[in-house]
């Protein structure tokens, strides 16, 4: 196959980059790598566990998975990386069902860990899903990074590089609130809750390959931060350009201030 001469590759510090001149190519490429990773994991492993994050952005990295044939789905153990505290459980917008209906309950993944917190138990939950995450080592985390940086919950506020906990509460930063309704997810800001329960910076940080799937103009300004600001929690994001084996997919909107 003749390669696609607007496809552009770079590498910053350790974090590759693919740049894609359209939405749906990127999230075919991701589906691809993912994909790939799972079949060579599923070589010399008996199980394989995961994250993923739950956004619109990565509606075509998961469709486009989920079509991919012939993968082992039942050797995968997944995990989500976020969840809102104070919704309803069966609110569209949890992250969980979110991934339940993109996801979860179209391929037959080997087990399903949800997150569920309610302002009652939310400490326990923080140490139910600690256990359950801390139990063998995460294989692949795939991801975006929001409008203001932030990776899973972690906004710049409460992101921290060496962070203690593997999971803990957040206090929701304005502009990522504010992303939620540019997302389409809630109405008004007003709607969206104003804590979550999220992983933290080292438990993404410790997927062993990453897959970070960013489209869109809006993400543009988060993109230039990651990729060629100063690595820090102003930008949580930036440090992806840390990890031995992360891979970041763009489109052409999402990579326009990169010019």
């Known amino acids: 196959m003749t390669p ?9 510090d350790r974090l590759r980059i ?19 990773k799972i079949r060579a994991l599923a070589a010399r492993q008996d199980a394989i566990r995961m994250v993923f994050a739950a956004a619109p952005s990565q509606n075509e990295f998961l469709d486009a998975l989920i079509k991919t044939e012939g993968l082992p789905w039942a050797k995968i153990t997944a995990f989500h990386m976020d969840e809102y505290i104070g919704l309803d459980p069966a609110a569209p917008q949890r992250f969980g ?20 917190p309610s302002t009652e138990r939310v400490a326990q939950e923080c140490e139910r899903y600690t256990a359950l995450f801390t139990a063998a080592p995460i294989d692949i985390i795939c991801m975006g990074i929001g ?44 709607e969206v809750p104003k804590q979550a329960i999220t992983l933290t910076v080292p438990a993404l940080a410790a997927g062993k390959s990453l897959f970070i799937i960013v489209p869109g103009k809006t993400k543009s300004k988060a993109v230039h931060d990651t990729l060629l600001g100063e690595i820090g929690t102003h930008c949580p994001a930036s440090i992806l350009r840390n990890h031995p084996d992360a891979e970041l997919y763009l489109d052409a909107d999402s990579a326009a201030a990169l010019a």
């Open 147 to 190: 409008e203001n940086g932030h990776i899973a919950f972690n906004d710049p506020p409460v992101a921290d590089f060496n962070d203690p906990r593997i999971v803990k509460v957040v206090d929701l930063d304005p502009v990522c609130r504010q992303q939620q309704v540019n997302d389409g997810c809630f109405a008004s800001l007003n």
């Open 4 to 12: 696609n001469p607007e496809v552009r590759k770079y590498q910053i």
């Open 97 to 116: 069902q979110f991934l339940r209906a993109r996801l979860f309950d179209r391929v037959p993944f080997g087990r399903i860990h949800y997150l569920n």
């Open 18 to 36: 693919t740049i894609f001149p359209e939405r749906s190519a990127m999230g075919q490429a991701a589906a691809a790598g993912v994909a790939d």
